[in-house]
């Protein structure tokens, strides 16, 4: 299982941290933040690979950073800088190896979301 926990309301310029973690945590696949906005379709945020390769979504690049820590179990998506456009629920996942695939059908195991809310 994962669960995301870390979300929350800010105002436009601020920053939040989520962080994801449990037994299905696995260092050795890809994990992956995604998220998905009211009458949108779930969307790929940012994903790290087996070797610790990132990746983002040209939205977010420069102002979101995926991390893990291995010791921990646990994943981590810093977002600076939040706009109105980043409210969604945001769900981590995991691959089916360690390589990333970007879509959505490639993660077999998901969290049950964080909700995160900027406000204007």
């Known amino acids: 299982q994962l669960a995301e926990s870390g979300g929350g309301s800010v105002q436009a310029g601020g920053s939040l941290r989520l962080s994801c973690a449990g037994s299905a945590y696995y260092s050795g696949y890809c994990m992956g933040w995604f998220r998905q906005a009211p009458g949108k379709g779930r969307e790929r945020v940012a994903l790290?690979?087996?070797?610790?390769?990132?990746e983002y979504v040209d939205s977010v690049k420069g102002r979101f950073v995926i991390s893990k820590d291995n010791a921990k179990n646990t994943l981590y998506l810093q977002m600076n800088s939040l706009q109105p456009e980043d409210t969604a629920m945001y769900y981590c996942a995991r691959g089916r190896s360690g390589w990333c695939s970007h879509g959505v059908m490639s993660y077999a195991i998901w969290g049950q979301g964080s909700q995160v809310t900027v406000s204007s």
């Open positions: 790290i690979d087996s070797e610790n390769i990132t």
